[in-house]
């Protein structure tokens, strides 16, 4: 790195560093390229759609040359699911017309999961919703774990949903990720009433 990583917020030159950090992330914390027969398809669920819907609340941890981390976030989920279905879903199953042959990783969730993710935003609507109606998903690469930057996006990320009077933001993860969910633990999320052993559900307070 040529100087201190810093937190800025995202620009559009950033997108394809996002999307690339969320595959690097996205096994249970380790690389997914190559789990799926096509490595856009975890961006284009988990990353893309927040920076084309909320990219005023999307934050990206950067040094001179490259982006390193992220936080990316919607302040109205149920907003942003009727945004899904009308302005994402289209172009998503246009591209994904349908679910490609088992790699030889074998994930526990499979492509046919993924896709099925892209095309069902109601799969976010959360019974807590209306205490908890902003939604993250924050992903850094390892070289920058461990050294403050989660907790200061997630920050970032708080505080200008309080400026908007979200009161709460939750979030969901990967039940393999420990050293993530140890992570939010430090942080103050809970556990929501909906939350499951195989799909954790965590909440927090903005402010």
Known sequence: MNHVPEIRRYRPADREAVARICLLTAAGGGDATGVYSDDTLMPEVFALPYVEYAPELAFVVADEERVLGYVLGVADTADFIEWWKREWTPGFAARHPSVASPTA?????????????GLDPERMRIAELADYPAHLHIDLLPELQGMGFGRRLIDALRAA???????????????????????????????????????????????
């Open 105 to 117: 990783h074998d994930p526990a969730f499979t492509e046919a999961d993924l896709v099925g993710a």
């Open 161 to 207: 949903l309080a400026a908007r009077g979200v009161a709460a933001v939750h979030l969901g993860m990967d039940a393999a990720n420990t050293g993530a969910r140890a992570f939010y633990d430090r942080l103050g999320f809970h556990e929501l009433p909906s939350s499951t052993p195989n799909a954790p559900l965590l909440g927090i307070a903005t402010s």
